[in-house]
């Protein structure tokens, strides 16, 4: 396949001879600190942004508790097809049990390298009303959520499904993106995606006026583990 | 770059007597404008994260060729696929061959202005490939067979009305001006769309050196879509949009949404480092990057490099006085507005550009917006200097400014000029209370809508001279 | 007032004070006179070259920058220019524009570092915020864009116009929009300057001022001579004729 490397390579180190680049040093000097937050200032700012994004957030003291949330939500919601990351990704312990007995079936994520088989599984999928996935981290400056990829935590469980329902350890809190990076410095390596999601998909492509759920869940309910 | 076959005036003209782009226009770049800067006033120290974002734009492209043979090493090393293509024709060849090689029928695209840039859509059209837009504005105007007209806002010159007919009639939903119902049915419209295609092909805004990682940030969810289902993913981007880590990558988050749409963050900031891997059940089995020169790197050895700092967040776009009387098509560029102005004839001659540059009053807003304090005007001006080497200047004003230059040299010749002038435009004014209501040409632009006033009966010289006789 | 300030100064009036608004630089004499400065005019200046840099035609604005350089350097007293645009020329551009020349560009440095904007002179310079002058009817303020952009002199225009007895000041709605002047593109650009130009005058005429205020002759030609083909009675005035008036 055409390669253009070496040609656009070279052309760059002729010009960087010439190059006229105001204030480049060749240093960036390093950041002072990341910061650090305390977790209760950080909850409400975490809750607060979440909030203004059309998100809702809820505190749980314990595992009854968030499971019972998460039960009423999707009471809520209606239907009974979700997608949903494996138990072993999810903070709240019991989750798994607690759904299987209210009969809801988890759709298992796998798309076959097969065009025609991926297709249909993703039409399959499409069904789904509800995704459940545990956060890795937050980021209270945003309200963002941060969504790590494996085998057992699908994206789409995130971005398929009308309705995203999220579980956060208040204690994964971090005070922005550069805290969260200081403090994972590996994270690119763990896995393929890394996703920042900060409340429900929006657009304002249309004469500026604001709709949520263009193409990603329409609503993001975070239930907050704070134990 | 494709040069379009209508001048400059004639678009210009044909914009300003646009009352529903006028409004539309007014509206967008108002209100762009109104959420920036609070979004800016909620970052604690704002001018020094700006500072640090030039500083970190400054540095990585002082050593590009070693930032990029790192980030090619490390998308390599996480399995992706990396291509250099030094110019459009590449690109789209490349694009091309992937496409044959996974027997694509059908791509969904994210945003990506790399592409109109490359007018990549055409080239698979011609391979008999559907290609299909996902943003919702560039949806719409995709179905409208138009080119976007603004960096974050690419339908912003469409009323719901014109947007309601259009999907009427392209997508055979019944007639409706209400957004929430037009941006429903393009839900799901879209959505099989998503779940059949075979390739994905998205923009990057920004990519990790040290990780090989690539950046791409958006509101809808169509970008996370677009490189999740399919089975091939094909990001395009820049050579110059690479940062070197990760820290540095968030302090370009922190003033990018902030300066496009006045969002403290976008929804979706979607990090993406090879290819699925260790049996991940979604997201593509191939991940090409595709590295888009066209120019950049020789721009790069030129006055105007500064221009490379860009992050794409249409801030001076919605600054500018100028692009919000005429709006982005007038422009008649990919990259439009005052980057536009400047990146344009950069990167494809100033000779087939000459009217970009000129078209600024050099009022400094976009400079002023910038979240990397990119100095806009001083490079319109540089290649304003470069037109008139390039011979683009008209005779008249050439001469016009040569003979200015020898007579403000020669004071004595100076005042002999001015005096003339002076009782020149007094006998022309005399009629009309000392006013003068039509310049003779080429100065006749100016008393289209402004008189001019007569020279005054005594100059300053002659006035200081008088009043401070020894 | 500072003790230390300059006693004199040598004024590099612009060419279009000189032939279209002498009373302005008028005023600025008698304004700096009356605060003890001293006003030499140095002779042999003409125009400080910004139509030809902006225009393009750099050599041609070279000549004269070195022009001017010659003519600014008889004198070592510091240089008051009355207009925001030609102070940015020759606080910022000349360096830019003759940085390689041997001979110039240091002279180019020189000077730049010794020229300032009327209004910036006084309070920043001299330190004086208050004048003896009556403010008699109701101002606008428009801040022009290489003034408050270029030189980044946002407060002290305005803080002489506060400070003054009488009147009434109304401030101007978006104000920091240029008004669409930007030399040679005013003629060039003409549709595209008038359509910016009809919002400043909208903008004015929403203020019901009677008079606009500005540091800059060029933006008060192009805002008057629209305001006069529109057959309004608003005038402009240089910010100085504003501070010379007496009561």
Redesign the interface.
Known sequence: MRDDREQVLSQIRASLKTAHLPTARATVPPRVSAGQGERAAMLENFRRELELLGGLSFLAQSDEEAIEIVLKLLRDVGGKELLSWEDSEMPVRGLGDALQASGYTRQKVKLAKDAAERKNKLMTLERATVGITGALAGLADTGSLALLSSAARPRLASLLPPTHIALLQTSRLFPNMASFFAAYPDITREASNLAFVAGPSRTADIELVLQRGVHGPKFVHVVLCDW | MHTPNVTFHERVDKALRDQILHTALDRATGRFQTMRLSALASLEDADAVRDRARLIRAHTLSRLDAYLEQFATNVEKAGGHVHFAADASALNEIVNEIARKHDVKTVVKGKSMISEEAELNRALESNDIRVVETDLGEYIIQLAGETPSHIVGPAIHKTKEQIGELLHEKISIPYTDDPAQMTAAARAKLRREFLEADMGISGVNFGIAETGTICLVENEGNGRLTTTAPRVHVALMGIERIVPNLDDLSVMLQVLARSATGQKITVYTNLITGPRRNGEGDGPDELHIILLDNGRSRVLGTEVAEILYCIRCGACLNACPVYREIGGHAYGSVYTGPVGAVLTPALGGIAAWNDLPQASSLCGACREVCPVRIDIPRMLLVERDQATRAGKMAWWLRLGLHLYSFTVTRPALFHAATTFSRWGSRLAAAPTNGWIKRLPPPLIGWTRSRDFPAFAKKSFREQFEASHKK | MNVNAPRRAQLF?T?L???????A??AV?RVLEKLGVTVE?P?????C?Q????????D??R??A??TLNVLSKSDAPIIVPSGSCADMLVHHYP?LLASDPKFGALAESIAARTYEFTQFLVDVLGVTELDAHLTERVTYHPS??L???LRIIEPPRKLLENLQGGEIVELPHA???C????????????????????KLDAIESTRAETVVGCDVSCL??I???L??RGTNIGTKHLAEILDQKS
């Open positions: 009036a060419c004070i000189e032939t279209l608004r002498p009373e630089g008028m004499v005019y002779q042999g200046q003409t125009c070259g139509p030809a840099f902006n225009g393009g035609a750099w041609d604005a000549a004269m070195k022009h830019e864009c290489h408050l952009r270029g920091e929009e240029c669409g002047f930007g030399g040679l593109f005013a003629i060039k650009m003409a549709d595209i300057s008038s359509a910016m130009l009809e919002r030609l192009h008057g001579g629209g006069h083909r």
